[in-house]
């Protein structure tokens, strides 16, 4: 399995911006799908984005969509989580998440993710 590390989280007002990395470590990186996901506190885990092996492809759960942008660097084996205009409800926290597969699946759920990292906070005030 692949090892992922997340950076980034904070605090930050209602409004602002905030990037998210996860770098990753012991597999080939682009043979991976790559995914966000986030938990508030008292909710389940949910879907916020994914991208594909090569970036070309991604999707977005509707409440980040024109606000959150995924990315990847391959040659850096990272994948980046850039939100901008962040809400309280935005509070949560985020994990990115790996899977061994061709696409991206439509939806995409925490199943097809084999291996998570630890998490980071992130809180938005209002």
């Known amino acids: 399995q692949v090892q992922l590390v997340e950076s980034g989280g904070g605090l930050v007002q209602a409004g602002g911006s905030l990037r998210l990395s996860c770098a990753a470590s012991?597999?080939?990186?682009?043979?991976?799908?790559m995914g966000w996901f986030r938990q508030a506190p008292g909710k389940e885990r949910e879907f916020v984005a994914v991208?594909?092996?090569?970036?070309?492809?991604?999707a977005y759960a509707d409440s980040v969509k024109g606000r959150f942008t995924i990315s990847r660097d391959n040659a850096k084996s990272t994948v980046y989580l850039q939100m901008n205009s962040l809400k309280p409800e935005d509070t949560a926290v985020y994990y990115c998440a790996a899977a061994r597969l061709y696409y991206i699946r439509s939806p995409t759920t925490e199943a097809d993710f084999g291996s998570w990292g630890q998490g980071t906070q992130v809180t938005v005030s209002s």
């Open positions: 012991g597999r080939t990186f682009s043979n991976y799908v």
């Open positions: 991208i594909s092996r090569s970036g070309g492809d991604t």
